[in-house]
C-alpha cells in the first residue's frame, strides 16, 4: 500500500518570519509517528530556516524549481545542490505555472528531474492539460507526451525515487476541482502508462498526487480513489489551520 503524500506548495508566499510561523505551527501539531508523508515547499528565501524549524520533525522540505545546471554563470537561478544543501529532500518540477508562465517546455523538466536525481533529491514531476485541450478531448494525448518527454532517459531506479502530481491547469487557483472520477481516469491512465514502460512493480508503488484547488472539503472524496496517492496544495496550504485540516482527511 503506498503511503499518503500531502504536500503544500506555498509559491511566492510568505516572508521569513511568516514562513517561520506557519513552519512552526505545523510542527508543533503534527508529530511522529505519522501514517502519511507531509512537505512543505516555501519560497527559497525561507528554505534553511524552515528546515531548522522542521529539524527533528517528521514533516520534510521541498524546493518549489531548481535549475538543471550543476553550476555556472546562471544569474538568479539556484542548483539542485544549493537545494539540498538548504536543507530540502525534495523539489518540485514542472509545475504548471513554469509551464505556462516561464516557458518551460518537456526537455527543460526532463533536464531537471536528472538533476535533481543526480544530487539525491526526490522530485515531485507534474503533469497537466490546459482547459482547451481538455474540451479537445486531448488530454490522454498530452499527458503522454508529458509522459514520454518528461521521463525521457530516466530508469527505474529514478522513477522509485520520484513522485507524480496530475495537476490539471485549468483547476490551478481557480477554485474548479477536477471531479473525482475526472482525476481517477487520468492517475490509472499515468499508472498505466508507466507499467507499460517500467514494468507494474514501478507503477504500483508509484504515488501520485492531485493537484487543483485543494480544500479541507474536497480532499476524502478524492482520496477514496485507488489511484489518487496524496495531494499537491496551493492556496489551502497557507493557512495552517486549513492545511492541518487537509494533512487529517479521513
Known amino acids: 500500500m503506498i503511503r499518503p503524500v500531502i504536500a503544500g506548495n506555498w509559491k511566492m508566499n510568505k516572508t521569513i518570519a511568516e514562513a517561520l510561523d506557519v513552519a512552526s505551527r505545523l510542527r508543533d501539531d503534527l508529530r511522529a509517528p505519522l501514517d502519511r508523508e507531509v ?3 516555501p519560497p527559497f528565501t525561507a528554505l534553511r530556516s524552515v528546515a531548522e524549524v522542521l529539524r ?3 514533516l520534510r522540505l521541498a524546493a518549489q524549481n531548481l535549475h538543471e545546471a550543476e553550476k555556472g554563470a546562471y544569474t538568479g537561478e539556484v542548483s539542485g545542490e544549493m537545494v539540498r544543501d538548504a536543507g ?3 523539489v518540485i518540477v514542472g509545475h504548471s505555472e ?3 508562465l516561464f516557458g518551460e517546455g518537456n526537455d527543460t523538466v526532463n533536464r531537471k528531474l536528472r538533476a535533481a536525481l543526480a544530487v539525491g533529491l526526490k522530485p515531485i514531476f507534474c503533469l497537466g492539460e490546459t482547459l482547451q485541450e481538455r474540451e479537445e478531448e486531448r488530454t490522454k ?3 503522454e507526451r508529458q509522459l514520454k518527454e518528461g521521463l525521457n532517459n530516466l530508469t527505474v ?3 522509485g525515487r520520484s513522485l507524480f502530481a496530475y495537476e490539471p491547469v485549468w483547476a490551478i487557483g481557480t477554485g474548479k476541482t477536477a471531479s473525482p472520477q475526472q482525476a481517477e481516469e487520468v492517475h490509472r491512465f499515468i499508472r498505466e502508462w508507466v507499467a507499460g514502460r517500467y514494468g507494474r512493480e514501478s507503477a504500483e508503488g508509484l504515488a501520485i498526487l492531485y493537484g487543483g484547488s485543494i480544500t479541507p472539503a474536497n480532499i476524502a472524496e478524492l482520496m ?3 489511484d489518487i ?3 499537491l496544495v496551493g492556496g489551502a496550504s497557507l493557512d495552517p489551520a486549513s492545511f492541518l485540516q487537509i494533512v487529517r482527511y479521513k
Open 39 to 41: 512537505i512543505i515547499a
Open 56 to 58: 527533528g520533525s517528521p
Open 88 to 90: 530540502c529532500q525534495y
Open 98 to 100: 513554469r509551464r505556462t
Open 141 to 143: 494525448a498530452v499527458i
Open 157 to 159: 531506479g529514478d522513477i
Open 224 to 226: 477514496l480513489q485507488p
Open 229 to 231: 496517492n496524496g495531494a
